[in-house]
T-cell receptor
Framework: AAGVIQSPRHLIKEKRETATLKCYPIPRHDTVYWYQQGPGQDPQFLISFYEKMQSDKGSIPDRFSAQQFSDYHSELNMSSLELGDSALYFC?????????????FGEGSWLTVV | AQSVAQPEDQVNVAEGNPLTVKCTYS??????LFWYVQYPNRGLQFLLK??????LVKGSYGFEAEFNKSQTSFHLKKPSALVSDSALYFC?????????????FGAGTRLAVHP
């Protein structure tokens, strides 16, 4: 079965640079979520989209932005990168309409800021 | 606010023995509870969920979880642990805002299964 696809899997950026992460949800899923997992920490919710509109917002820094496109893929844009942004970034997707529907995660994108 | 707590940072089990990874929850309304597993340098894999119905939920890889409303717990169990079960396990709960849901995770429990 198709899963959530994230790219790139790994990237290294310098401080103050910009990074873009991409996410392709499971086909027919209409909701995308972004999570950030720091070293040794639990995943923290950043932002979510339903039908290309932002549906919820968590602890996403103002330097970060995201959007969901017409084909339902999503991109997380991170600017003015800081060392503390080094983390594993997860994208996840689900099908809205039933509150019990499962949220499925991708393999994650490792961002290292040097 | 919805939350889950995992009281143990690490659980050590000998291969072949039963394992339990603990999770307690605090929710208003009906709880939607999940377990995910994270292998080293990998993503989060869905194991099982409790939405409603039977208190014993069966999931992937032989795992099951018992929902206990009176104790507000949702412990993950497996009758016979394998070395390959060694991983980081997260309990999670849905929280709803404006009609949309998201997962809130516990701190995670590292399971180490020794040969």
């Amino acid at each position: 079965a198709a899963g959530v696809i994230q790219s790139p899997r790994h990237l290294i950026k310098e401080k103050r640079e910009t990074a873009t992460l991409k996410c392709y949800p499971i086909p027919r899923h209409d909701t995308v979520y972004w999570y950030q997992q720091g070293p040794g920490q639990d995943p923290q919710f950043l932002i979510s989209f339903y039908e290309k509109m932002q549906s919820d917002k968590g602890s996403i820094p103002d330097r970060f932005s995201a959007q969901q496109f017409s084909d339902y893929h999503s991109e997380l844009n991170m600017s003015s990168l800081e060392l503390g942004d080094s983390a594993l970034y997860f994208c996840a997707s689900s099908l809205a309409g039933n509150p019990g529907n499962t949220i499925y995660f991708g393999e994650g994108s490792w961002l290292t800021v040097v | 606010a919805q939350s889950v707590a995992q009281p143990e940072d690490q659980v050590n089990v000998a291969e072949g023995n039963p394992l339990t990874v603990k999770c307690t929850y605090s929710v208003s309304g009906n709880p939607y509870l999940f377990w995910y597993v994270q292998y080293p340098n990998r993503g989060l894999q869905f194991l099982l969920k409790y939405i409603t119905g039977d208190n014993l939920v069966k999931g992937s890889y032989g795992f099951e979880a018992e929902f206990n409303k009176s104790q507000t717990s949702f412990h993950l169990k497996k009758p016979s642990a394998l070395v390959s079960d060694s991983a980081l396990y997260f309990c999670a709960v849905y929280t709803f805002s404006g009609g949309y849901n998201k997962l809130i995770f516990g701190a995670g429990t590292r399971l180490a299964v020794h040969p």
